[in-house]
């Protein structure tokens, strides 16, 4: 029982993953993982009971094929498609092989063994930092979820209908992938949830629904109770339980003016990123999959500033072979030409398993068998890749480039490998772009610390800024004991960062920037400022980061990173580029 402030107005900060402004009653979901039986199989049953498995995967399939057009009618293919990743786990072959010979070794019933295997898969992807692999955890646990309920008959269970006719707003530990896609804008005013990501397809479909939504508020589903009057920031990751009547009056006005603001940022699509004293700053998109290319489109991005190919490995079994490689490039590549596309090759190994390769574990991934050092020992699977590469080119603007590069000699064995490939696809008489530009990924210390050498070996940088900072300061940021510790103004950050540009503009090349920092509005005027040529970001952000360029001067950016320069703290830095941010468009921050 809480104490007699019940209800004094309290505030829980998250991190805001759609937009907008709900207030309403509280509705809240506890519900704790369903007991799963576990009991020992009679003789002469397990036959039976590997069929009882399978006919609970079929079901498991059809639901989520049903859900699956009900999402594809009502918001559209794009969404739809979030769920190819739960028909992967339920036709992965490696998992289900797994659960029967474990059904059969142990002679233990389905539903515990099904949880135990999976549960292995959850942990592993869990404790990945690409937040993209770690949303196939949730995956794994949604579709998990869906076939244990199949095997104890509780498959009706549905949240929506728990939340009953009255419009609320949900709290809840977590949201399944599935359960978000159910949810009603009638009824659900928001929701909010103790774990989450600005990644995960539960934040995904939030978006597409606008429902808003804030994640990560840590233990809120157990300091809210149901019937609570909360108001939601979905713009600032706000949580208000009991909001006062000046804070009620304060939102409406809010409110009223993020309205205003949303209006306008949809009508800068086809206009051009340029500071108001006339310089160009390349705006691009960062993207997963093929199917992302519409989002792309509808944002007014100018390309593709990181296409991740790592999917086409994860999601399969076996190698994907060149032709199923070029066909996935092409598709993104000629749906954008004459735009510019930059392909990452394979960031593979260490924390991303493809269990055909067989893989060593590794004591610290982050730091091993991983990237460009995984492609230059695995020459045929590097090649393969390039090849599929080199021969979209001939279909649009390609550009290359190979992550966690750490220095020099790596950039050139691998542009031996990319000669080998131009060579062959010539005598092959296959058509390809010459004159394709390649680029390397400034993502570890001892690149930017070198970038003046690496500079000569290619065409172009891009700084991955969640991996620099990571590495260079030394902080998970998945550890919340010292996640307030990763800081992406520290001044070691500047200065690398500031490095890498110089080395890049002496040389005549260009330098983009396609981590996190560039979809920050606040940071975007000490990235100009810094000399960054493109900002590469999530498709929702490019409208916001457009019209924050929109409202810069060159000139005003350039003074902010000199006097940025000379500061000793992350937080005098931020300080300063807050300062900048309110005076040209608090209404974006």
Not at 10 to 33: C, E, L, N, T, Y
Not at 214 to 231: F, K, N, P, W, Y
Not at 518 to 545: F, I, M
């Given at each position: 029982?809480?104490?007699?402030?019940?209800?004094?107005?309290?505030?829980?900060?998250?991190?805001?993953?759609?937009?907008?402004?709900?207030?309403?009653?509280?509705?809240?979901?506890?519900?704790?993982?369903?007991?799963?039986?576990?009991?020992?199989?009679?003789?002469?049953?397990?036959?039976?009971?590997?069929?009882?498995?399978?006919?609970?995967?079929?079901?498991?399939?059809?639901?989520?094929?049903?859900?699956?057009?009900?999402?594809?009618?009502?918001?559209?293919?794009?969404?739809?498609?979030?769920?190819?990743?739960?028909?992967?786990?339920?036709?992965?072959?490696?998992?289900?092989?797994?659960?029967?010979?474990?059904?059969?070794?142990?002679?233990?019933?389905?539903?515990?063994?099904?949880?135990?295997?999976?549960?292995?898969?959850?942990?592993?992807?869990?404790?990945?930092?690409?937040?993209?692999?770690?949303?196939?955890?949730?995956?794994?646990?949604?579709?998990?979820?869906?076939?244990?309920?199949?095997?104890?008959?509780?498959?009706?269970?549905?949240?929506?209908?728990?939340?009953?006719?009255?419009?609320?707003?949900?709290?809840?530990?977590?949201?399944?992938?599935?359960?978000?896609?159910?949810?009603?804008?009638?009824?659900?005013?928001?929701?909010?949830?103790?774990?989450?990501?600005?990644?995960?397809?539960?934040?995904?479909?939030?978006?597409?629904?606008?429902?808003?939504?804030?994640?990560?508020?840590?233990?809120?589903?157990?300091?809210?109770?149901?019937?609570?009057?909360?108001?939601?920031?979905?713009?600032?990751?706000?949580?208000?339980?009991?909001?006062?009547?000046?804070?009620?009056?304060?939102?409406?006005?809010?409110?009223?003016?993020?309205?205003?603001?949303?209006?306008?940022?949809?009508?800068?699509?086809?206009?051009?990123?340029?500071?108001?004293?006339?310089?160009h700053v390349v705006l691009s998109a960062n993207i997963e999959m093929p199917r992302d290319v519409a989002v792309v489109r509808h944002s007014g991005a100018e390309g593709v500033g990181l296409f991740r190919t790592e999917f086409l490995y994860l999601n399969s079994e076996a190698l994907?072979?060149?032709?199923?490689?070029?066909?996935?490039?092409?598709?993104?590549?000629?749906?954008?030409?004459?735009?510019?596309?930059?392909?990452?090759?394979?960031?593979?190994?260490?924390?991303?398993?493809?269990?055909?390769?067989?893989?060593?574990?590794?004591?610290?991934?982050?730091?091993?068998?991983?990237?460009?050092?995984?492609?230059?020992?695995?020459?045929?699977?590097?090649?393969?890749?390039?090849?599929?590469?080199?021969?979209?080119?001939?279909?649009?603007?390609?550009?290359?480039?190979?992550?966690?590069?750490?220095?020099?000699?790596?950039?050139?064995?691998?542009?031996?490998?990319?000669?080998?490939?131009?060579?062959?696809?010539?005598?092959?008489?296959?058509?390809?772009?010459?004159?394709?530009?390649?680029?390397?990924?400034?993502?570890?210390?001892?690149?930017?610390?070198?970038?003046?050498?690496?500079?000569?070996?290619?065409?172009?940088?891009?700084?991955?800024?969640?991996?620099?900072?990571?590495?260079?300061?030394?902080?998970?940021?998945?550890?919340?004991?010292?996640?307030?510790?990763?800081?992406?103004?520290h001044p070691a950050i500047l200065r690398l960062i500031r490095m890498v540009v110089e080395a890049a503009h002496t040389r005549g090349i260009w330098v983009g920037v396609c981590g996190e920092m560039a979809g920050e509005v606040t940071l975007t005027p000490l990235l100009l400022g810094l000399g960054v040529d493109e900002l590469s970001t999530g498709a929702a952000l490019v409208p916001r980061v457009k019209a924050?360029?929109?409202?810069?001067?060159?000139?005003?950016?350039?003074?902010?990173?000199?006097?940025?320069?000379?500061?000793?703290?992350?937080?005098?830095?931020?300080?300063?580029?807050?300062?900048?941010?309110?005076?040209?468009?608090?209404?974006?921050?």
């Amino acid at each position: 029982m809480r104490a007699s402030n019940v209800h004094l107005e309290r505030r829980f900060q998250g991190v805001a993953v759609s937009p907008g402004i709900a207030k309403g009653k509280a509705w809240v979901h506890r519900m704790d993982d369903e007991s799963v039986p576990c009991y020992q199989l009679e003789h002469g049953t397990i036959e039976s009971e590997i069929h009882r498995l399978e006919a609970a995967l079929l079901q498991t399939r059809s639901q989520i094929q049903e859900l699956q057009q009900r999402i594809s009618t009502s918001i559209g293919d794009e969404n739809a498609s979030i769920f190819d990743a739960h028909l992967l786990v339920v036709d992965d072959r490696s998992l289900i092989d797994e659960v029967m010979r474990m059904i059969k070794k142990d002679r233990l019933n389905a539903e515990s063994v099904f949880t135990t295997v999976s549960g292995r898969y959850i942990k592993t992807l869990s404790e990945i930092d690409d937040p993209y692999l770690r949303e196939r955890a949730v995956d794994i646990h949604d579709v998990c979820r869906r076939v244990v309920r199949n095997l104890t008959g509780s498959a009706n269970r549905d949240l929506t209908t728990e939340v009953g006719g009255e419009r609320r707003i949900l709290i809840s530990h977590n949201l399944a992938p599935s359960d978000t896609a159910q949810l009603n804008p009638e009824t659900v005013l928001g929701f909010a949830t103790d774990v989450g990501s600005k990644t995960s397809h539960t934040a995904i479909m939030a978006r597409s629904l606008n429902i808003p939504a804030v994640v990560a508020l840590h233990d809120i589903s157990l300091q809210v109770e149901t019937g609570e009057i909360l108001l939601l920031d979905g713009y600032a990751g706000l949580i208000i339980v009991n909001p006062s009547e000046a804070t009620l009056l304060e939102y409406a006005e809010i409110e009223r003016q993020k309205g205003v603001v949303e209006l306008e940022l949809g009508s800068l699509r086809e206009t051009e990123c340029k500071t108001v004293d006339g310089k160009h700053v390349v705006l691009s998109a960062n993207i997963e999959m093929p199917r992302d290319v519409a989002v792309v489109r509808h944002s007014g991005a100018e390309g593709v500033g990181l296409f991740r190919t790592e999917f086409l490995y994860l999601n399969s079994e076996a190698l994907p072979c060149e032709q199923t490689q070029y066909e996935a490039y092409r598709s993104v590549v000629s749906q954008l030409a004459p735009a510019p596309v930059i392909i990452r090759t394979l960031d593979l190994g260490g924390d991303k398993i493809m269990s055909s390769l067989n893989l060593p574990q590794e004591m610290n991934p982050f730091l091993g068998w991983r990237a460009i050092r995984f492609c230059l020992e695995r020459p045929e699977v590097f090649k393969t890749q390039i090849r599929a590469i080199l021969r979209a080119s001939a279909h649009g603007h390609v550009r290359m480039m190979y992550p966690m590069i750490s220095g020099v000699e790596e950039v050139r064995k691998a542009n031996v490998i990319l000669a080998e490939c131009q060579e062959e696809l010539r005598n092959e008489g296959v058509a390809f772009d010459a004159k394709m530009q390649v680029g390397a990924m400034i993502e570890i210390p001892s690149a930017a610390i070198s970038a003046d050498l690496i500079a000569r070996e290619v065409d172009f940088f891009s700084i991955g800024t969640n991996d620099l900072i990571q590495y260079t300061i030394a902080v998970d940021r998945l550890n919340e004991r010292i996640a307030h510790l990763y800081e992406p103004t520290h001044p070691a950050i500047l200065r690398l960062i500031r490095m890498v540009v110089e080395a890049a503009h002496t040389r005549g090349i260009w330098v983009g920037v396609c981590g996190e920092m560039a979809g920050e509005v606040t940071l975007t005027p000490l990235l100009l400022g810094l000399g960054v040529d493109e900002l590469s970001t999530g498709a929702a952000l490019v409208p916001r980061v457009k019209a924050a360029v929109q409202q810069l001067s060159l000139e005003e950016c350039r003074k902010l990173a000199q006097l940025t320069a000379g500061m000793d703290s992350a937080a005098a830095v931020y300080s300063a580029c807050d300062a900048v941010a309110r005076v040209h468009y608090p209404e974006l921050l």
